[in-house]
Every structure is written in C-alpha cells, then in structure tokens.
C-alpha cells in the first residue's frame, strides 16, 4: 500500500513525480523512478549502451541516363574558380541507449534533432533548430499509461510497434532504435518543408542526404542533397568501375533513380578528392538535385561549389574526406546541445 504524506495526502510517486522539473532529461527522470514504475522495473545505473542500427542491406536500383546520349560518361568539373553558392546547411543527428527494462522490455531513450546552420562572413549561426527527446519501447507489451501518470509527456512515448509473440530483447532494442530513426527523419523535414516555405535569402541549401526528404525542397530550385552511403548501387557493374576509377574533381552523366516510393530527383556521382591509396568509395558521394532541364545546366557549378567545401578539412572526423566542414559544424553544433548522459 502506497505511503501518504499526512499533510499533502500525495503518494510517494507523486511527490517524486513532482519533484521532477519538466525540463529535465527523460532519462534521469526515467532513472529516478522504484516500484513506481512496476516490481520488475530494473534501471540501469550508467548511461546504457548505445544501441548500434543494422547495417543497411545492399541493393541495386534502376536509373535513366538523362545527360548525353544517354550512355554513362565521366568528366572533369573544371577548375574551383568561383565560390560556394551555398550558404545553408541541414544535417541531424541522433542519439539512443538502454535506459532500463521492465522484465525482458527495454525501453530507448533517444535525442534527435536538426538544425538548419548559414554561413554568414565566414562564420555559421544557427537559422532554425528543432529537437526532441522521447522514450521508445512497444506499447503492446508495456502500456505507457503509469509512465503518464507519472508526469511523462504523451508526445515523448514512441510506440516501437514490436512484434509481440516471442520478443526478444535485442530485436526490441533495435525497432526501438528505429523508431527513433523515424523521429529523426520527421523532424529533418519539418525543418526542410519551414526552410523551403521561407525560401530565405538567395543562397543555397546543402542537405545532408537524399534531397527527396521533404517534396517542398525539389520545388524550391535551390536545394541539393549530398548522399555520403553507397550501400545502394545505381549503376550496372561495368558503369559502376568507370564511377570508382574516377578521379577527384571528376563526375558521372547525371541520371534518374527510378524509384517511385519518393519523389524525383536527377543524380551524379562526384569525386570530391584524389581517390590514390584509398578505398574505391573513398571520397565518393552521389549528389541529387531536382529533376528539371536547369539541374543537368548546373550540374558542373554545383559540383565546383561541392568541391570549394572540401576546405577546410573536417577534421578529426573520421570521415573527413567525404564529410564537409559546414556539415560537421551542424554535427557539432547539435551535439552540444544534447542532455547530459553522465552519471554525475
């Protein structure tokens, strides 16, 4: 039987609950909470492993060459001789770890957030910035209702919609990660579709990843997407060789994904540095850009201005020969703003 304050008549739980500032992290709130929660609630009392996503399966999509006589070509860009036209830049991040189980449920703890930043004088401030934390885990097998009780906001409580027969805490942790890899991409084009209405200023934006994100931004006539993951191939195996024995500066003919579950976009491969001595995807991203007569005119400018980003270098990111430094910035810039996980 829950103990009552004899002046208040409040639960214990609800003290607790009370106790808790809103704007305090969901998972120290989480880690806070006993029996409250349930017997079988067990937190874990350091910041929980993070939870790695699976690797994305390899595929092979189907494309038009639309540049040419529609047969694949690589050529040089031509020389850097005019700055970047981009000046804004969209990238996100998340960020998810077992904050605890109830019996063999785990529940995620996740932050995702995006940022749009833009270069002004050489410097970056920040346009717009939407960020969320929220707690993932399958409603089917533990209702979010005592964690309403408790003061935790609806809007935080993602359903992971487990497969409920047989669970298996591992796979629950994955499609809870994935749920929050949903949350990620809603709030990436929340930004995009806010940028896109705007359409602030005349300088470009630069996102990180597939442009089709958000349809807004393929109408803007302004946007550009740079894909860093080549997991799908886009190019039959004897076009592909010629792609990766590019060297840096050199593109592909621009050519159209098919791929109707997004909206349109024409695509190049670009070599943003001397591959010599590296991986054959070394410095190799695909760019999109919308599916209009004006992209296939533009395509060499835009892959200068992608090549002027190539400096400074984004160091010491791993990934700095492919990750330009604007974008990293967002990346640090975001990650500056995520609760902290620590135990203090």
């Not at 409250?36 to 189907?62: C, K, M, N, S």
């Not at 529609?70 to 804004?88: C, W, Y």
């Not at 995006?114 to 409603?139: M, N």
């Amino acid at each position: 039987m829950p103990v009552r304050s004899r002046t208040t008549g409040e639960t214990r739980a609800q003290k607790r609950s009370n106790q808790l500032a809103s704007d305090t992290p969901l998972w120290r709130r989480l880690r806070t909470l006993g029996s409250e929660l349930g017997g079988d609630w067990r937190p874990i009392h350091t910041a929980g492993h993070q939870v790695e996503p699976p690797l994305e399966p390899t595929a092979f999509g189907e494309v038009e060459i639309v540049e040419g006589d529609g047969r694949l070509d690589v050529r040089h860009v031509g020389a850097i001789g005019e700055a970047s036209r981009f000046e804004f830049f969209l990238d996100g991040i998340e960020h998810t770890h077992i904050c605890g189980y109830v019996g063999i449920v785990p529940i995620v703890h996740g932050y995702v957030a995006a940022v749009i930043r833009q270069r002004s004088d050489r410097t970056f401030v920040t346009w717009d910035v939407i960020e969320k934390e929220v707690l993932a885990f399958p409603h089917e097998l533990l209702r979010p209702d005592r964690l309403l009780e408790l003061g935790f906001p609806r809007e935080a409580l993602i359903d992971s919609e487990a497969d409920a027969a047989g669970p298996h805490p591992i796979k629950l942790a994955e499609d809870e990660r994935a749920a929050v890899k949903l949350q990620r991409a809603l709030i990436e084009r929340r930004l995009a579709r806010r940028w896109a209405d705007e359409r602030p200023g005349e300088g470009w934006l630069l996102v990180d990843g597939p442009l089709a994100i958000e349809p807004a931004l393929l109408k803007s006539g302004r946007a550009v997407g740079l894909v860093k993951s080549h997991r799908t191939q886009y190019l039959a195996p004897a076009e592909m060789r010629e792609v990766l024995e590019m060297g840096g500066g050199y593109r592909s003919s621009v050519f159209k994904p098919v791929r109707p579950e997004v909206g349109e976009v024409y695509s190049w491969y670009l070599r943003l540095r001397p591959p010599g001595g590296h991986d054959i995807y070394w410095a190799l991203a695909r760019i999109e850009g919308r599916a209009e007569a004006e992209t296939l005119e533009l395509a060499d400018e835009v892959s200068r201005w992608l090549l002027a980003e190539t400096t400074p270098l984004a160091l010491p990111d791993p990934r700095w020969h492919v990750l330009l430094y604007p974008i990293r910035d967002c990346e640090t810039y975001l990650r500056s703003r995520m609760p902290t996980l620590e135990i203090s």
